[in-house]
């Protein structure tokens, strides 16, 4: 078993404890509240009764749920916790917690002073946050302490061994009993480092930097900046992506790829983790509910549509009623996305063409259906899938995306996110019907992982909405 996954399984088991002793304490707290013509004969008959056994379990379930939802156990959120944001997290999820039990059982309570209720409402947010708070403490005071000593790290290799970054190579090492990065190579992909090691690091010469970290079986990299320029620097980026391990780059080479740099460490030397775009595990989580709710809900009541739609397809011209393409998603995984078809079935014959407004290739009905943007609506299945988000920046095939790298390195930084039916380039721009229109919509795909959150999303949704009922979707 992994180490991460063992400790995702420690702070869960440690959250349900904490929960248990907190509902304890509180239904210990609540017995002394119930009037003596209600109360049982005791308090360990109180306490044994089916109904309390049966909080006593269900309750930290949802707990641990709670925590869930708000990313305590998110994969690569284990091993890198600040104890203000856990504390934070535990605050929140006590007082979600305490509405909870509030609004389903203590409201219906046959207590005669409605204080008492807004009292045990306090009782019940300090018994659980209190046993959350002490034991969350101290998991991460006990991991903080294995970082220091080295025997709790992820073996990290550096990308860029050339002797321009040997100092910067440096200052991640001696930061290394901080960050809990224990460097175990360094590789060379532009062959610009003429000694075998640097700073005391093996250096491996390699055009394929993804192969030599799964060989190496690395779990984290850091980018640095390429001998040949930053164009190479993204492209390695880019390849590095579809690995699935942690990516992390300096804050000015951040920068120079086009987004300013947010960092969380302030004790060890700054590094930008671009895995993932800066947001909360707990926004990512239920942008990925609200994903699979309303992908659902439209699937299911739109199929009227989608059956008088895909009779339109069938019979307005020659050809399949559905439309699949190859796209690059999410941290660079190809999938299939699906679309109503509004080009003729020889549309691409002679290889990828993007399509203009008035392009021969659509059909009468896909006329129709891009105005509208109906075309788009089999992508709702893409969402179920997880394959898409609803909003996100709009995905691209790798021939269009190579095109747009060499021009703009900072386009690898797309695949942070999952990619969208809609997103902000598609509501402010629309279509692109060439790479300089791709790369001008691009500018918004940006502004977009600057500033991603649920109220965006909403935004952009919502003058989506608006460009589908006025049918400016061409």
């Known amino acids: ?218 779990r984290a990299a850091v980018v640095l900046p390429s001998a040949k320029g930053l164009s190479k620097t993204a492209e390695i980026i880019d390849k590095l992506y579809r690995s699935g391990i942690r990516l992390f780059v300096s804050p000015d080479l951040h920068s120079m790829l086009g987004i300013r740099p947010r960092v969380s460490q302030i004790t060890a030397e700054p590094m930008v983790d671009i895995t993932n775009a800066r947001i909360s595990p707990a926004l990512k989580n239920l942008k990925r509910i609200g994903d699979i709710l309303f992908s659902s809900l439209t699937l299911v009541l739109l199929s009227p549509v989608y059956a008088v739609i895909s009779i339109a397809v069938k019979y307005g011209s020659p050809g399949p009623v559905f439309y699949s393409q190859e796209r690059i998603g999410f941290h660079k995984k190809p999938f299939k996305i699906y679309k109503f078809r509004t080009m003729s079935r020889d549309a691409e014959e002679n290889g990828p063409a993007l399509s203009s407004d008035n392009d021969p290739r659509i059909t009468p009905t896909g006329h129709f259906l891009r105005k509208y943007r109906l075309d788009e609506l089999p992508q709702f299945w893409n969402v179920l899938k997880g394959d898409m988000s609803l909003v996100g920046p709009r995905p691209e095939r790798e021939y269009y995306i190579r095109m747009i790298t060499e021009r703009v390195p900072a386009y690898s930084l797309v695949h942070q996110v999952r990619p969208g039916i809609t997103s902000w380039g598609m509501v402010r721009y629309g279509y692109a019907s060439n790479v300089d229109q791709m790369i001008e919509r691009f500018r918004y795909d940006l502004l977009y992982l600057e500033n991603v959150s649920l109220a965006v999303d909403l935004k952009i949704l919502f003058h989506t909405i608006s460009t589908i009922i006025k049918g400016k979707g061409l």
């Open 1 to 218: 078993m992994q180490q991460e996954t063992r400790l995702r399984l420690r702070y869960m088991a440690t959250d349900f404890a904490a929960a248990n002793i907190g509902f304890c304490i509180f239904d210990i707290i609540r017995y002394g509240t119930i009037p003596a013509s209600m109360k049982a004969d005791s308090l360990t008959g109180f306490l044994t009764s089916p109904t309390l056994i049966a909080e006593q379990i269900a309750m930290p379930i949802i707990v641990v749920a709670l925590y869930a939802i708000f990313g305590s156990y998110n994969k690569g959120n284990t091993l890198y916790k600040s104890r203000l944001e856990e504390t934070l997290t535990s605050l929140t999820v006590s007082i979600v917690a305490m509405l909870v039990v509030f609004f389903t059982a203590l409201i219906n309570d046959n207590i005669p002073e409605r204080i008492t209720n807004y009292e045990l409402m306090l009782a019940l947010f300090a018994s659980l946050f209190i046993p959350a708070f002490i034991s969350r403490m101290i998991v991460l005071t006990s991991r903080a302490k294995l970082i220091k000593k080295g025997s709790y790290v992820i073996n990290t290799v550096v990308i860029g061994a050339s002797p321009q970054n040997s100092k910067l190579i440096a200052k991640i090492m001696q930061s290394s009993t901080l960050n809990g990065m224990r460097l175990t190579a360094a590789i060379d992909t532009d062959g610009s480092s003429a000694t075998e090691k640097i700073q005391g690091l093996k250096i491996i010469r390699t055009d394929d930097p993804s192969k030599t970290c799964a060989d190496l079986g690395a």
